[in-house]
Each structure stands twice: as C-alpha cells, then as structure tokens.
C-alpha cells in the first residue's frame, strides 16, 4: 500500500504562483511513475504532468507547458508541482498519482487516470482574475 497527501493549495490571484506538494508514504519503493491531475466542478479528471522515475523523463499537459514544473525530493519522498503564471482556468482540486505497476506502454498511457493505482485525496486551487 502507498499513501499520498498533497497540500500547498489555496487562493491566489491571476499571475501569481503556488507550489503543491504529495508526501509518499508505505511501498514508496515500488514507484515508477508520479504524477498530478486536476479536477475542475463539472468536468473529468484531467492529466496536468508526470515523471518517470527511472528514466528522469517528465510530461506535460499542453495547457501547462511552459508554465508548470514537476519534480520530486527523493530523501523526503516528496513530489512538487510548481506552478508560474496561474490562469482563472487552473482552477480545480489537484491531485497527485502513483503507478506502481509495471507498464511498458507508459509513454503512451501516462495521461490516463486508469494509469495510476495510488491517488492522493486532492488539494484545492483557486485563482481569481
């Protein structure tokens, strides 16, 4: 089992930045992938940015390129989300995943929420224009 709490979230104005954060506990050791997904009222769960651990390679979404930057502490098992130049449209309960599965079609599947086995309860994230 593997445990996942984001934080970080809050309300901030258009322009302005916030960084999340998801502290791994339990079979963090079995993880080869992380990432964060967004859910705004209304709508489906939605990939916003992941890493694959062994290689190092990260994704983005289209719509946070640029702007949004994933990375992880590994000493603390922590994973980041920075998040630059915030847009009223950012606006969703994010959260952070994990797949633990071996996967050899990841780099094709890492957008999926079905990818990913351990998720996080999910931090929200306001921004106001």
């Known amino acids: 089992q593997m445990q996942l709490v984001e934080s970080g979230g809050g309300l901030v104005q258009a322009g302005g930045s916030l960084r999340l954060s998801c502290a791994a506990s339990g079979r963090t050791f079995s993880t080869n992938a992380m990432g964060w997904f967004r859910q705004a009222p209304g709508k489906e769960r939605e990939f916003v940015a992941a890493e694959r651990w062994s290689l190092g390679v990260t994704y983005y979404a289209d719509s946070v390129k640029g702007r949004f930057t994933i990375s992880r502490e590994d000493a603390k098992n922590t994973m980041y989300l920075q998040m630059n130049s915030l847009k009223p449209e950012d606006t969703a309960v994010y959260y952070c995943?994990?797949?633990?599965?071996?996967?050899?079609?990841?780099?094709?599947?890492?957008?999926?929420?079905?990818?990913?086995?351990?998720w996080g309860q999910g931090t929200q994230v306001t921004v106001s224009s």
């Open positions: 995943a994990a797949n633990t599965r071996w996967n050899p079609y990841y780099d094709r599947e890492y957008y999926y929420t079905g990818t990913y086995d351990y």
